[in-house]
């Protein structure tokens, strides 16, 4: 395994992270992005009216070899693919890279494969914490596990009236974080993993200026995101549970226009204006 490591540390250095990371991927990044846009799913890129969702995705298509666009969300690979599938009438088209899963799985955004660079560390973080969790999870009062297919994190919806909320500190305790969202989604992470760091972690792979990147969110799976503190967006619809946070995050913007409406005005708050009008 040592020798595996230097071998990975010297490719490193002749070719550089970026191109280690790159050769992973089915088609190839911008080389010089303007913008690196960062944006949840549900409520936020697929959130707002069909009209203003319609002239976003048309300028996202038209500026593809300038903003680097990622999608960050809770969704699972197969539901992203059922979602580009379905709203590809209004013109939304395969981002560059995915992060999914709350932030536990990394893809390319064409193929949607996963890319064993970011997501070996994750997978090894979660080995054997399933097996441990679940027992403590069966028969717990307001939970129903979630119907899909989610790696390295256990999704269910939650019925927080219902929900026993002293379990959390005891499933924590075994190494995962626990993320209650949208009043009805409670994941469970390897402890350290979110949507925030592994967007910190591709940021480096892909050796990206932490100035030309906002990010738009609208649960408090986004939190960790905003947290970062690279520009972002909150969008009008968020969650009151989010928009509880927004006095202690300097770097977040808060939109009044909903979904696509509200990460366009985060854009040209943050001066990428020019990118956009
Ligand atoms: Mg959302």
Partial sequence: MLGDTVVATCLDRVVGGRQLFERQLAAPLPRDPELVLVTDLDGTLLGGPTADRRRFYHWLAEQRQRVLHVFCTGRDLGSIARVLQEDEPIGLAAPHLVIGDVGCTVACGSSLLP???????IEARWAGLQERLLPLLQGQPGLTSQPIHSDRRLAYYVDVERFDHSLVPQLEAYGVDCLLSDNRYLDLLPAGVNKGSTLLTLLEWLELDHAKVVTAGDTLNDLAMFETGLNGVMVGNAEAALLAHLPRLPSVYLAAGEGCA????????????????
């Fill in 115 to 121: 890319l064993p660079l970011a997501v070996d560390p």
């Fill in 262 to 277: 509200g990460i366009a005005e985060g854009l040209r708050h943050f001066g990428f204006d020019h990118r956009w009008d």
